[in-house]
T-cell receptor, first 114, second 113 residues
Framework: AQSVTQLDSQVPVFEEAPVELRCNYSSSVSVYLFWYVQYPNQGLQLLLKYLSGSTLVKGINGFEAEFNKSQTSFHLRKPSVHISDTAEYFCAVKSGGSNYKLTFGKGTLLTVNP | NAGVTQTPKFQVLKTGQSMTLQCAQDMNHEYMSWYRQDPGMGLRLIHYSVGAGITDQGEVPNGYNVSRSTTEDFPLRLLSAAPSQTSVYFC????????????FGPGTRLTVL
């Protein structure tokens, strides 16, 4: 079985500050990892994904994430946030092979204050 | 491409009423799924389908039915609505298993009184 833990339910930061949103996963097989963003009253949009290869993955809007197999983590980072980054962020895992199912964490609400 | 579309955007039901949430995709995706989103719970899988005529239960299937008669459409039926089904419902689709992303619809906000 696969599972995802997002360690912080809310993260408030000031504009232009760096931010890290933490995600840990568990799976008995190889995994694909995703970060999705949900802006208020909207659907989910893919930020970035890790499939294989380089452990540092760059996504849209200046976000990046690092896959750490030994720590089973996939933390999301941005060096300088903007007000427009205020949203809920979801980490998700899918086991490798023929599996379709995507398992989500409970989400982290990032609030960027002026 | 319209991507994944959902109707209606908002719905209010009374306890015991039934309704169908519509979902369609025009990307010829094999896999479609329904999630519900509740505060502090993330997204939980209700039902999914790996192709026309094939459906299976997810994490929270009770009170919901699905069918997949075509590749494009994947409706979700609430048989007898309950207040516990008040939620935001998202439909998603993906092309194949593996690392392909899931594309999400805009959601349906359902309130059951």
């Amino acid at each position: 079985a696969q599972s995802v833990t997002q360690l912080d339910s809310q993260v408030p930061v000031f504009e232009e500050a760096p931010v890290e949103l933490r995600c840990n996963y568990s799976s008995s097989v190889s995994v694909y990892l995703f970060w999705y963003v949900q802006y208020p009253n909207q659907g989910l949009q893919l930020l970035l994904k890790y499939l294989s290869g380089s452990t540092l993955v760059k996504g849209i809007n200046g976000f990046e994430a690092e896959f750490n197999k030994s720590q089973t983590s996939f933390h999301l980072r941005k060096p300088s946030v903007h007000i427009s980054d205020t949203a809920e962020y979801f980490c998700a895992v899918k086991s490798g092979g023929s599996n379709y199912k995507l398992t989500f964490g409970k989400g982290t609400l990032l609030t960027v204050n002026p | 491409n319209a991507g994944v579309t959902q109707t209606p955007k908002f719905q209010v039901l009374k306890t015991g009423q039934s309704m169908t949430l519509q979902c369609a995709q025009d990307m010829n995706h094999e896999y479609m799924s329904w999630y519900r989103q509740d505060p502090g719970m993330g997204l939980r899988l209700i039902h999914y389908s790996v192709g026309a005529g094939i459906t299976d239960q997810g994490e929270v299937p009770n009170g919901y039915n699905v069918s997949r008669s075509t590749t494009e459409d994947f409706p979700l039926r609430l048989l007898s609505a309950a207040p516990s089904q008040t939620s935001v419902y998202f439909c998603a689709s993906t092309q194949t298993p593996g690392g392909n992303e899931q594309f999400f619809g805009p959601g349906t906000r359902l309130t059951v009184l």
